[in-house]
């Protein structure tokens, strides 16, 4: 009789003991699904990249991290790559340059940018065409200030980028978060890894 008392009580240990290891992977698994929407929520987010817009500095199939809390602690600037809610669609994402901070006087003129009348220098800017329009807006811009609370941004690509050019500035409120790094690169035309740009730092 005693002996099947054992057993008994070593079944139930047993089974305690199962039922204790899955409470621990379930409540592990819990805490890195909460962990992981803070982190999405507040911290960084991961996006790709799914136009050329933004070519040469982002390639279509480069993948991104956005930090989504550093406009928390310091003002966006000229320069800055950011992620935003498309004004026309806030259920698009889109990715630009900010060319001008509140207050900016913005002009363009045969595609060369000027700031507050000096001209800009933009060694991320690309042109695929040759010269330049002289009625149309992306080659020639302006003059118009920046509101406060507001941005005017651009495409580095700017011969293919819909921008502010085109739909006009971007409220403060719209804006995710700032580019940093390329994490992961995939050329679908070529089906392969673009390894030279993994880890690449944004600026």
Known sequence: ?????????????????????????????????????IIRTFIVQAFKIPSGSMIPTLQIGDHILVNKFIYRFTDI????????KFPKDESRDFIKRVVG????????KNRRVYINDKLTDENYAFHEEEGGSSYHPRDNFGPITVPENKFFVMGDNRENSMDSRFWGFLDKSKVKGKAFIIYWSWDNANFGIRWNRLGMMLR
């Open 1 to 37: 009789m005693e002996k099947v008392e054992n057993i008994e009580r070593a079944s139930v240990t047993e089974q305690m003991k199962k039922k204790s290891i899955v409470r621990e992977y379930v409540e592990a698994i819990i805490i890195a699904l909460i962990l992981a929407l």
């Open 77 to 84: 600037k000229s320069g800055d790559i950011i992620v935003f």
């Open 101 to 108: 901070l509140p207050g900016n006087k913005i002009e363009i």
